[in-house]
């Protein structure tokens, strides 16, 4: 499964953009699907996730701003940013693996990753 995230780009500070991440195939079964930011000098963090259950989870950081969501084909997931700051300035990475999520998804459990698309917060 390949995973190719699209929808980065540059917005001002208080402005919105929506990440999309299509899937090559479907993952069968039971899944978790998660977003990942990397803000230059930090790790890779979880942001929000989604799993085959449609349980959803977020950070603190991104909670009430950022909602996580899947097609109905659930090839694509999708990260409605909101509100945005140039704290949220980093690389997204969209993710997933093949379990349900325990809370946010941690990268050593991640199967596939995106290659990430950048935003920019001004």
């Known amino acids: 499964v390949q995973l190719v995230e699209s929808g980065g780009g540059s917005v001002q500070t208080g402005g919105s953009l929506r990440l999309s991440c299509v899937a090559s195939?479907?993952?069968?079964?039971?899944?978790?699907k998660s977003w990942f930011c990397q803000a230059p000098g930090k790790e890779r963090e979880g942001i929000a996730s989604?799993?085959?259950?449609?349980?959803?989870v977020y950070a603190n950081s991104v909670k009430g701003r950022f909602t996580i969501s899947t097609d109905r084909a659930d090839l694509t997931v999708y990260l409605q940013m909101n509100s945005l700051n140039p704290e949220d300035t980093a690389m997204y990475y969209c993710?997933?693996?093949?379990?349900?999520?325990?809370?946010?998804?941690?990268?050593?459990?991640?199967?596939?990753w995106g290659q990430g698309t950048q935003v920019t917060v001004f």
């Open positions: 993710a997933a693996t093949f379990v349900r999520c325990l809370g946010l998804l941690s990268p050593r459990n991640v199967a596939y």
């Open positions: 195939g479907p993952i069968e079964g039971n899944y978790c």
């Open positions: 989604i799993d085959s259950n449609d349980y959803t």
